[in-house]
């Protein structure tokens, strides 16, 4: 199965500032069809997650564009250019490469400092 | 607009059966694969299984293989997933969610598995 290791597992923000989570995969997310499937999630507190970011770098539709996503290979990032405070919550990663087993990123929790 | 609304969680004893429904709405559903996801108490996302849009390919995570049974009825626009020989380790928020890509998710629904 395909680890994904995300860091930090949490991360302290002042509002307004950037924030930045990595997300390594235990080998390449690069698809026989040359497509690199990593999608990022966010999860408010007390509610279902929501996709943020699919295939490294594509902003689901109503998401803010101070979330951006970037990486290849093994290897990816989001970013907050500008933390407001309704992006409290917890940030997974997901591989949809090698499945089955689709597989998640630990999370990481962001909080306003 | 897109919805997904999961229901069947509840109490159940080790060793008992349930089975989680999920009733989408706001697109064709017959044309996505669709999936169930798990959140254990305080921890994190766990993908459970998937079927492919005609229920011909069905895929699951080895700690439910043989107990777990993802299924639909696309007449009802309905999935579906059959919990047998349930283990204090099921506990857990069950989500539906649509796609193998997870987009969007229902609330989702709460299983206890506890004497």
């Known amino acids: 199965d395909v680890v994904m290791t995300q860091s930090p597992l949490s991360l302290p923000v002042t509002l307004g500032q950037p924030a930045s989570i990595s997300c390594r995969s235990s080998q390449s997310l690069v698809y026989s069809d040359g497509n690199t499937y990593l999608n990022w999630f966010q999860q408010r507190p007390g509610q279902s997650p929501r996709r943020l970011i699919y295939?490294?770098?594509n902003r689901d539709s109503g998401v803010p564009d101070r979330f951006s996503g970037s990486g290849s290979g093994t290897d990816f990032t989001l970013k907050i250019s500008r933390v407001e405070a309704e992006d409290v919550g917890v940030y997974y990663c997901m591989q949809g490469t090698h499945w089955p087993p689709v597989t998640f990123g630990q999370g990481t929790k962001v909080e306003i400092k | 607009e897109v919805q997904l609304v999961e229901s069947g969680g509840g109490l159940v004893q080790p060793g008992g059966s349930l089975r989680l429904s999920c009733a989408a709405s706001?697109?064709?559903?017959?044309?996505?694969?669709m999936s169930w996801v798990r959140q254990a108490p305080g921890k994190g996302l766990e993908w459970v299984a998937n079927i492919k849009q005609d229920g011909s390919e069905k895929y699951y995570v080895d700690s439910v293989k043989g107990r777990f049974t993802i299924s639909r009825d696309n007449a009802k626009n309905s999935l579906y997933l059959q919990m047998n020989s349930l283990r204090a380790e099921d506990t857990a928020v069950y989500y539906c969610?649509?796609?193998?890509?997870?987009?969007?998710w229902g609330q989702g629904t709460l299983v206890t598995v506890s004497s």
């Open positions: 969610a649509r796609d193998y890509e997870l987009d969007p």
């Open positions: 706001g697109f064709t559903f017959s044309s996505y694969w």
């Open positions: 295939k490294v770098s």
